[in-house]
C-alpha cells in the first residue's frame, strides 16, 4: 500500500468520518432502544472519531487531495467501520466495547501497514502518528472492557473464548 500523501490524507479523513457516522447511527440505535450505557459509549467513539477527523483536515490544508469514489479506497470495508453485530438494541455494554475495540484494532493495523509499506517519508510518519493514537483509543477501551461487567453466557457464545475472534 504506497500511497501519495494527498492518497492517503484523503483515506484517512474518510476512514474517520465513516466511523464518526457509524458509530452515530449506533449511538442513535441505542438510545432508542433505552440501551443508555451503550448510546453513551458509542457517543464517545463519535468524539473520538470526529476529533482525530478534524485534526487530519486541519494537516491537510495547503494540499490538494483526491476526490475518491467508493470503488477507489484500498479497503473492502473502512477499518473502523465494523460489521452489523453491533446492530442488536439489546446490546450489552462490555459487547459494545469489544466491538469499538476491534473497529479500533483494525483502524491501528491499516496506519501501521500504511506505514510500514510508504516509501514516502512523511507519510510513513503520519501513518504512525495515526496509529499510535489509534493504539490510545485501544488502550482506553481495553480500561474500559477491565471495568465492565462481562455478560453471563454458555460457553459457546462467550465472546472471549479461543477461536471466537
Do not use: C
Request: charged residues 30%; glycine residues 4%.
Amino acid at each position: 500500500m504506497d500511497y501519495t500523501l494527498p492518497e492517503f490524507l484523503a483515506h484517512a479523513i474518510a476512514l474517520e468520518h465513516e466511523a464518526a457516522e457509524r458509530y452515530l447511527e449506533l449511538a442513535d440505535m441505542m438510545e432508542a432502544h433505552r440501551n443508555d450505557a451503550v448510546s453513551a459509549l458509542f457517543r464517545d467513539m463519535v468524539r473520538f472519531s470526529r476529533l482525530h477527523h478534524d485534526s487530519i483536515v486541519e494537516r491537510s490544508k495547503g494540499i490538494v487531495l483526491p476526490t475518491l469514489r467508493s470503488w477507489q479506497y484500498r479497503w473492502t470495508q473502512p477499518p473502523e467501520a465494523g460489521g452489523e453485530e453491533a446492530f442488536d438494541s439489546t446490546l450489552d455494554a462490555y459487547s459494545a466495547l469489544r466491538y469499538a475495540r476491534e473497529n479500533e484494532l483494525r483502524a491501528l493495523d491499516y496506519y501501521a501497514s500504511v506505514g510500514q509499506h510508504s516509501s514516502d517519508p512523511e507519510v510513513k510518519r503520519l501513518a504512525g502518528e495515526f496509529a499510535a493514537e489509534e493504539t490510545e483509543h485501544v488502550e482506553a477501551l481495553e480500561d474500559w472492557l477491565a471495568r465492565t461487567p462481562r455478560p453471563s453466557a454458555t460457553f459457546d457464545a462467550d465472546p472471549d473464548r479461543p477461536g471466537s475472534r
